[in-house]
């Protein structure tokens, strides 16, 4: 019996990433389940992640369960973002969500947007 390969986890959170999006949650107007991520064609380098708050899974998006928490991603960005990690970075100038994503060929010097 041949075993089907496996692809690689969709997306892998952080542990700082997960406690982001859980505070994201908190501070929600309206009760959300979890985030959602998709790409938008904009930024230097041609695409940026975009985030918004999901108040259930919607069609055909992909669900990722980690650490506590839900990420719904578009199923449009799902080529874009297979087998990426979430981070979520916080300095003196900045904080934000930042992937580090096998499938970028070029990220712009902001860290904000990619091309594949």
Avoid: H, W
Wanted: with cysteine.
């Amino acid at each position: 019996m041949n075993a089907e390969p496996q692809r690689p986890p969709l997306l892998t959170l952080t542990d700082a990433a997960a406690e982001r999006v859980k505070s994201l949650i908190a501070k929600s107007d309206k009760p959300v389940t979890g985030l959602r991520v998709g790409v938008s064609s904009k930024g230097c380098s041609g695409m940026s992640y975009v985030f918004e708050y999901a108040e259930d899974k919607i069609g055909l998006e992909e669900e990722v369960e980690s650490k506590g928490v839900r990420i719904y991603v578009d199923p449009m960005a799902v080529m874009f973002i297979m087998g990426s990690e979430m981070d979520y970075k916080e300095d003196k100038l900045q904080s934000g969500f930042v992937f580090n994503n096998p499938n970028a060929k070029n990220v712009c010097g902001c860290g904000e947007s990619f091309s594949v």
